[in-house]
């Protein structure tokens, strides 16, 4: 097998510690599912991985810095991007700065990350999936949506009120409907971040907490964690057994 892992933070291990010496800021992990899943789940021999993906890349930066990777022997394909293309970044610091004295500049700015991804995200994503099964036009690829990084009620007298967090949410689950739908129609599989991540998000209160990282971990915050890698490398692996 010949895998090649694209994507932003949350493929190359953001959040997920071990983090390669010399990956120009990229923060790739070994921890992260791509490698968690060639190492507990792959049934056939990985003879070349290769692992490209970084913090912070959109769409643009796949198709510029990733793509070369790829070729008519790369037999599998995975990725997470988007996120960074409509903001999410900038949209969580703003609900962090205002969250102390209102919801409203947080509430706006998640809708404004919603009306990007239907606006924009479609055609650029349409895009970059067929230049992707341009240069790997052998390979399976999995495309893996995003989580709900927060559940939503009481999560003590600190952190982003409820209302925020629900509008979080909402974003989130716009854009993963507008990845679905690109790859499906690419021909691409796509993996279920929020059903994946179900009850795992900041604030769990399930045995073992949230999969995705909280404010303790400084500038990878509300990535996933160890254990939310471990839970995207078993989404992935059945989505590779059912292909």
């Not at 290769?50 to 890349?57: D, K, L």
């Not at 952190?159 to 691409?188: H, P």
């Amino acid at each position: 097998m010949n895998y090649v892992a694209l994507g932003d933070s949350y493929s190359s291990g953001v959040g997920a510690g071990d983090y390669e010496a010399t990956d120009a800021g990229c923060k790739r992990s070994a921890n992260a599912y791509s490698q968690r899943w060639i190492k507990e789940f792959s049934e056939e021999a990985v003879t070349n991985f290769t692992f490209v993906a970084c913090s912070g890349a959109t769409t643009a930066d796949v198709e510029s810095k990733q793509l070369s990777s790829l070729s008519a022997e790369t037999t599998m394909v995975t990725m997470s991007i988007g996120g960074n293309d409509v903001g999410f970044a900038p949209v969580i610091a703003q609900c962090l700065v205002t969250n102390l004295y209102t919801d409203n500049l947080c509430i706006a700015s998640t809708l404004a990350a919603g009306v990007r991804a239907q606006s924009s995200m479609p055609a650029k994503l349409d895009a970059l999936y067929k230049k992707i099964r341009d240069r790997a036009p052998n390979a399976r690829i999995f495309i893996l949506g995003y989580p709900h990084i927060f559940q939503v009620g009481d999560c003590g007298a600190i952190g982003l009120s409820s209302l925020a967090r629900a509008a979080i949410n909402r974003s989130t689950s716009q854009l993963n409907e507008v990845i679905r739908k690109a790859a499906t129609t690419n021909g691409f599989t796509f993996v279920d971040g929020e059903q994946t991540f179900a009850g795992r998000g900041v604030c769990s209160t399930a045995p073992g907490g949230a999969w995705l990282t909280d404010s303790s971990a400084g500038i990878d915050l509300y990535h996933p964690n160890r254990d939310g890698h471990e839970a995207y490398a078993v989404a992935l692996d059945a989505a590779v057994r059912g292909f």
